[in-house]
């Protein structure tokens, strides 16, 4: 059964920094994007960084500059390192696979159950 878990998240002050990570498993042959999605109380989920396997990445404009994200493809992980983190970063964040392969089957949209980061003023 293919899964993503997540963890890394927790309650930090701001300008304090935080790494998430997001493992995929579950006899997986390939991945294609890799990314980070985030949802604030009463809000929509938002993307919040995207990596291909190729290196390639994509930020939202909230956090280029303090936000890195990058994987490990021979680990199937995903990794979301976030320095100067503000209160408004405060939210829940998911891990996101998009074209995962197992031997099997083939998942267009795979997604954790979520880390949730807490950002104080």
Known sequence: QVQLVESGGGLVQAGGSLRLSCAASGNIVSINAMGWYRQAP?????????VSTGGSTN???SVKGRFTISRDNAKNT????????????????????????TMIHRHLEVWGQGTLVTVSS
């Open 78 to 101: 995903v990794y979301l390192q976030m320095n100067s983190l503000m209160p408004e970063d405060t939210a829940k964040y998911y891990c996101y696979a998009a074209d995962l392969r």
């Open 42 to 50: 009463g809000q929509q989920r938002e993307l919040v960084a995207v």
């Open 59 to 61: 930020y939202a404009d």
